[in-house]
């Protein structure tokens, strides 16, 4: 009766280990990186909220001017910071004309300080595009080009992808790989582009490009001003206005940092997570989804080769087992992430997890989130 059970355990590991990786073969085919036209029409603004950003806001700027194949405009939102920030920005636009420093003004009561700062500087834009990166973007020259054109080839309202994630420390490459790993192996592509519902709409805020007549017919960031997780909220509220949403394959338009240690990874995942897993009904279904398809295989095979498990019972297991860390590394390799992450991939879930399962606990005691100095309310979700 055990070697039943256990086998059954096993086919069940393999079944949730086919499913990211069924969807993350079928994923990595429609995910392409956009071409940008030989003309390109009209003018993109590229919008950057910065608070407190004087580490990262030169190279930011410096990568954005290289920007080719477009006209554009560079407006830099500074959001009451207290370092060099506004002095970088004010002394790079004294060399080029293109660029902007606008300044934001005082959190509003009921708003987030990103979604106050790039509603702002919307307003300020005159782009026929919003092109909305994040401070520590980095572009490529053809980015927002190719973003530009793909949304005019597609008809897509919104045009998002994932940069190249930079992580050099251990701590960074137990967390910014679910990134990717959860969107390339849990989103079904066809199904979003083929359908408007708006559960299917995803984008990473890092590199957000908006139609600018559709971003003021919907309200913008204006419409999530309580929102801390805008991948998710700004396309889905498109998708309610009947507009359509698209991802694009990002690792060969930007690169980003997103964190320097462990704790600031999980600080900033933890923001976002108010807004994403970490729902009373959402986490349970995916701790299993993630610790029978991705973890649990890997202990099985490791009491199998104690000998604690019946032949084809480890059999099962070892097949979950290199399915998930083929799916893993297809993804890996394709978003051109550290090879070296492909085998902490049971630590990472974990670790992801473990983020999802705190800030769900935290939240019924704390009842809020923070992030760069300021406290939100969170609602239950």
């Known amino acids: ?17 086919l499913l990211p990786a069924i969807l993350a073969a079928m994923n990595l085919t429609l995910l392409r990186t956009p071409e940008a036209e030989t003309r390109a029409p009209g003018l993109i603004s590229i919008l950057i909220p910065a608070r407190n950003e ?6 930011t700027l410096r990568a954005a001017l290289a920007s080719a194949g477009t006209a554009i405009e560079i407006l830099v939102g500074d959001d009451h910071s207290t370092d060099r920030t506004a002095a970088i920005v004010r002394g790079l636009a004294a060399e080029d004309a293109r660029l902007r420093l ?31 990166i994040d401070a520590d973007v980095r572009l490529e020259p053809n980015a927002a080009a190719g973003l530009a054109a793909h949304a005019r080839r597609t008809g897509a309202a919104l045009v998002s992808g994932v940069p190249r994630q930079r992580m050099p420390t251990l701590g960074e ?12 192996g849990f989103l079904p592509v066809a199904m979003m582009r083929a359908s408007a519902r708006p ?24 419409a999530i001003r309580t929102s801390l997780h805008d991948g998710v909220h700004l396309p889905r509220v498109l998708r309610a206005k009947g507009h359509r949403t698209d991802l694009v394959a990002g690792q060969a ?11 600031e990874a999980w600080a900033g995942f933890s923001k976002n997570a108010h807004e994403g897993m970490a729902t009373p009904r959402a986490l349970p279904v995916w701790t299993l989804l993630l610790l029978l398809g991705q973890v649990l295989p890997f202990l099985l095979v490791l009491a199998g080769l104690f000998g604690l498990l019946p032949g084809h019972t480890l059999a099962a297991a ?17 978003v051109n992430e550290p090879v070296a992450t492909i085998p902490l991939h049971p630590l990472t879930v974990l670790t992801a997890l473990a983020i999802q399962w705190n800030v769900l606990l935290r939240q019924e005691r704390a009842g ?10 969170v609602g239950d979700a």
Not at 54 to 59: F, G, K, S, T
Not at 104 to 113: I, K, M, N, Q, Y
Not at 173 to 181: A, D, E, K, S, W
Not at 318 to 334: M, Q, W
Request: with cysteine; net charge positive; aromatic share 6%.
């Open 1 to 17: 009766m055990l070697d039943l059970a256990l086998l059954g355990l096993a086919l069940l590991c393999l079944a949730c280990a």
């Open 54 to 59: 004087e580490a990262n806001i030169e190279a």
């Open 102 to 132: 606008v300044c934001v003004p005082s959190l509003p009561e009921g708003w987030t300080g990103k979604n106050h700062a790039c509603a702002h500087l919307a307003d300020a834009a005159r782009g026929e595009h919003l092109l909305f």
């Open 173 to 184: 490459r137990l967390t910014v790989p679910m990134i990717n790993f959860l969107l390339v």
């Open 199 to 222: 559960t299917l709409g995803a984008a990473c805020g890092q590199l957000v490009l908006i139609l600018r007549a559709v971003y003021a017919e919907t309200g913008g960031h204006a």
């Open 253 to 263: 338009l930007a690169t980003c940092r997103m964190y320097r240690s462990f704790a």
């Open 318 to 334: 070892l097949a979950a087992l290199i399915i998930a860390l083929s799916t893993r590394a297809a993804i890996t390799l394709v």
């Open 368 to 377: 809020a989130a923070t992030w760069k100095g300021r406290s939100y309310p």
